[in-house]
């Protein structure tokens, strides 16, 4: 079995060690934060994601995941090396390749002394043409090495998502291998084949910049299938009786659409979706070209978290001194990431208007408080919450919210008006006793 260094332990990095380890291959997991790196050796994921924290611990504990600091480390004790640093955006939407820069010249510098044969993989979300044109000419210069003969390069994008990282890690449906000659795919094509033993998804081989384009073209999808949708429901509430839910129920069963991403809201948020279309907007704009799609996909995401306040306001009949319970604050449920999160949009909204805020969230709430400080009150629990406030928004679905029943909003608000960014609550049900606004939900007749 080979032996595998990580660099990088955010979201990628970590959980792909951890299963790489959890898969009986020997992994040396380098993280330059300390405290980071403190918290991941002694099992504490520095963030939450669902089974991470007891398959962490296992692997730690049976000595197939180690953390390191250096990347000198990692990279010599290892075969292969994944590269998964962040790849954040400038304030111009143009890719920050810092943390990419710094981490191939370090592999490179660890390579110069080594003897074998050596992949790298980037899974880092990289624009077209990065790992050809920055990363190689980076790792050659500091190792001395020529790409293709002493050391190989390839690019895997990832696909996962925030929540349910462990389940897309270890069920993936397609594996992307960009190459930069056939034996850099082989090596990590035969790393894929057996790390799945047998249950490999479809492996799709191509150049590297393919595999990069596929990774911001697979992003730019979905967000537009969101804000498809997140208009059709827009135009939903200008009609009587026409629901988005069963629009988009009835559109998916199209093989050609699918039901996948068709549920409409409050907006796409997180860190990835937003940051990635800004860059490829940016990438195109680069190249000359005008990406029409992208930027009213983006435009129309901002509008979604306004038109949900507009929604409260004209039901309130203005926004100023009201109470308001925020349910949900993290970007989506099952994670404690508020990074571009729609509920702090609304939020900030909110409060421009004047209006009074309290907030639940099972899991964010401390992250969300290092954003908005003290200006919301935060409850401890979902009933909490709601009471004595004018209007609840329903910011993120997650499970423990679809318990409250119609009674639990009528009995502690002080005016039950339920506004349902998530399209969490039955309709039939919950209107009955309610005043009850949904994105996406005509008016009753
Ligand atoms: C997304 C992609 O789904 C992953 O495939 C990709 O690997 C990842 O970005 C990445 O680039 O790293 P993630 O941001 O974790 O994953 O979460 P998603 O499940 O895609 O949700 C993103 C946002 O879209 C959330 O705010 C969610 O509430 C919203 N959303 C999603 C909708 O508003 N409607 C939908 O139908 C689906």
Partial sequence: MKKIS??????????????FANS???????????????HIRTARPPFFEPSLEVLLK????????????????????????????ETPIKPDGSIDLTSIETSSAETGEALRGEEGYHLVVIRSTVIPGTTENVVRPIIEKRSGKRVG????????????????????????????????????????????????????PPIIRMNLASAEMVKYASNAFLTMKISFINQVANLCEKMKEVDVVKVA????????????????????????????????????????????????????????????????????????????????????????????????????????????????????????????????????????????????????????FKRLSPQDFSELMRKPLLINGRRIFDPGVYGKSLRYVAVGLGASR
């Fill in 6 to 19: 990580v660099i990088g332990g955010g979201h990628v990095g970590l959980v792909s060690a951890v299963c």
């Fill in 24 to 38: 009986g291959y020997d992994v040396i997991l380098c993280e330059r934060d300390i405290e980071k790196t403190e």
């Fill in 58 to 85: 296992k692997t730690i504990d049976v000595g197939r995941l180690r953390v390191s600091t250096r990347i000198k480390d990692a990279v010599s004790n290892s075969e292969v090396t994944f590269v998964a640093v």
């Fill in 149 to 200: 003969e002493d050391f190989g390069l390839a690019m895997q994008p990832e696909f996962l998502r925030e929540g349910s990282a462990i389940e897309d890690t270890l069920n993936p449906n397609r594996i992307v291998i960009g190459e930069y000659d056939k034996r850099s795919g082989e090596v990590l094509e035969r790393l894929c084949l057996d790390f799945y033993r047998g249950k490999a």
């Fill in 249 to 400: 129920d009835a559109m998916g069963l199209d093989e050609r659409i699918g039901r996948k991403f068709l549920n409409a809201g409050v907006g796409f948020g997180g860190p990835c979706l937003g940051k990635d279309l800004r860059a490829f907007i940016n990438f195109s704009c680069q190249l000359g070209y005008t990406s029409e799609i992208f930027e009213a996909v983006l435009n129309v995401n901002e509008r979604q978290a306004r038109h949900v306040v507009d929604l409260a306001a004209r039901e309130l009949g203005g926004l100023k001194a009201k109470t308001i319970a925020i349910l949900g604050l993290s970007f989506k449920p099952n994670t404690d990431d508020v990074k571009d999160s729609p509920s702090i949009r609304i939020i900030n909204e909110l409060l421009k208007e004047g209006a009074s805020l309290v907030a639940y969230d099972p899991r964010a709430i401390e992250n969300a408080r290092l954003i908005l400080g003290e200006k919301v009150r935060y409850a401890s629990s979902a009933l909490e919450c709601l009471s004595d406030t004018d209007c609840c928004i329903v910011a993120t679905e997650w499970d423990e």
